[in-house]
């Protein structure tokens, strides 16, 4: 216990900025959610960054809480206990110890000077090689975009942006607030094709967040290139659509 108590107080620096950093990063982030709080429109989701704030809350004093153990530990306890010193050994009684040898330093010989080389002055040709050119390689050129087609301000994609390259899950981000609002869904329309395929369905309305994911990691399924036409389609309840089509390439 004393050992551990001492490796404290000799680490308390920086442990309190273990302490500081965590507490404000957490308390950072229960701010964070506290505005969402306001700005949120389901109660669900209002529940879930309520349960955000006051889990951020409790890591915060834990940091908080951490930095007073460590204060109290370097100030107090280990100023009482102070370090262990050992006791200097006495000779034993009687005995006398032996004298230190110390070598007596020798002279050292002083070397002698080199004798002086003859320089043998010699011109050599050496063959240059002439480097053989490089042909650049030629770059693939992709057929420009079209542009985006998003009329309505009520459904927009915010991300991925219009001829940007895309791979992997690709995260959708953007606005879905349309009147009578029943779902929207993702689509995407190949490259020289008419008809748009259906991806995914999403059953609640989203302003400026996460949309969803489109994953185009099958290079059998998303070839490279483009350009991909991806569309978002919200839907009302009477049936009605509002699109918006975004172009990218796809990269693997």
Same mark, same amino acid.
Request: charged share 15%; net charge negative; with cysteine.
């Given at each position: 216990? +004393? ?6 107080? @000799?680490?308390?620096?920086? #442990?309190?900025?273990?302490?500081? !950093? ?21 109660? #669900? ?7 955000? &704030? ?13 930095? !007073?153990?460590?204060?109290?530990? /370097?100030?107090? #306890?280990? =100023? ?9 050994? &006495? ?12 070598? *007596?330093? /020798?002279?050292?010989? *002083? ?6 080389? =003859?320089?043998? /002055? ?5 063959? !240059? ?32 942006? =219009?001829?940007s390259f895309v791979s992997g899950k690709v995260e959708v @981000? ?10 929207? +869904?993702? &689509? ?12 995914? @369905?999403?059953? *609640? ?11 185009? /990691? ?5 070839? =490279? ?5 991806? @569309? ?13 089509? !975004?172009?990218?390439?796809i990269s693997h």
């Open positions: 216990m +004393k050992i551990v108590l001492l490796w404290l107080a @000799r680490h308390a620096v920086v #442990l309190y900025l273990v302490s500081l !950093v965590g507490a404000g990063g957490y308390l950072l982030s229960a701010l964070a959610a506290h505005r969402q709080i306001d700005e949120a429109q389901f109660s #669900l989701e209002r529940d879930r960054l309520r349960r955000r &704030e006051r889990r951020a809350l409790f890591v915060a004093l834990l940091f908080l809480l951490l930095g !007073v153990l460590v204060f109290g530990v /370097s100030h107090f #306890l280990a =100023a009482e206990l102070g370090p262990t010193v050992p006791a200097p050994t &006495e000779p034993a009684v009687g005995i006398t110890p032996p004298p230190t040898y110390t070598p *007596t330093p /020798s002279p050292s010989p *002083t070397a002698a000077a080199p004798a002086p080389s =003859a320089v043998v /002055s010699a011109t050599a040709t050496v063959p !240059v090689a002439t480097p053989t050119p490089v042909e650049p390689t030629a770059t693939p050129t992709l057929p420009p975009p079209p542009p985006p087609d998003c009329p309505s301000p009520d459904v927009q994609i915010v991300l991925p942006t =219009a001829g @981000r953007g606005t879905v607030t349309i009147n009578a609002f029943d779902y929207y +869904k993702f &689509e995407v329309i190949f490259p020289g094709a008419e008809e748009p395929n259906f991806i995914a @369905r999403f059953d *609640t309305p989203v302003e400026n967040g996460l949309l969803g994911y489109w994953d185009v /990691s099958d290079p059998t399924l998303y070839p =490279a290139g483009g350009p991909y036409r991806f @569309r978002l389609v919200a839907v009302d309840i009477y049936g009605n659509t509002t699109n918006c089509v !975004v172009p990218v390439y």
